[in-house]
């Protein structure tokens, strides 16, 4: 299934506001700082986003991972959170 989560170097910054992993589709604002962490897709694409968002992303992002130089506490925090998560959850309304 293809899923374009985000252009790592994007020349257009995300929709307004919100960090670079949100998903176009996904109206949940951000939660915390914007680059808190880093996710890296299976084509070893980066894209830096807040917890919250990073979280969604990785729950529908297959082959993806939390950036090793991410503080362990902060990607155990989007691990499990995605964990919880369907993927694409604002796709169901969450
Ligand atoms: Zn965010």
Redesign the pocket.
């Known amino acids: 299934m293809p899923y374009r989560a985000t252009r790592a170097s994007g020349a257009s910054r995300a929709s307004r506001g919100?960090?670079p992993?949100?998903a176009p589709r996904d109206p949940t604002p951000?939660?915390g700082p914007?680059d808190a962490a880093t996710l890296v897709d299976r084509h070893g694409r980066e894209v830096a986003?807040?917890v919250?968002?990073c979280a969604r992303v990785l729950a529908g992002l297959e082959g993806a991972r939390v950036h090793p130089f991410v503080p362990a506490g902060q990607a155990l925090e989007i691990y499990s959170r995605a964990r919880e998560l369907p993927p694409f959850a604002w796709e169901i309304g969450r």
């Open positions: 919100r960090c992993a949100a951000c939660e914007h986003g807040c919250h968002h």
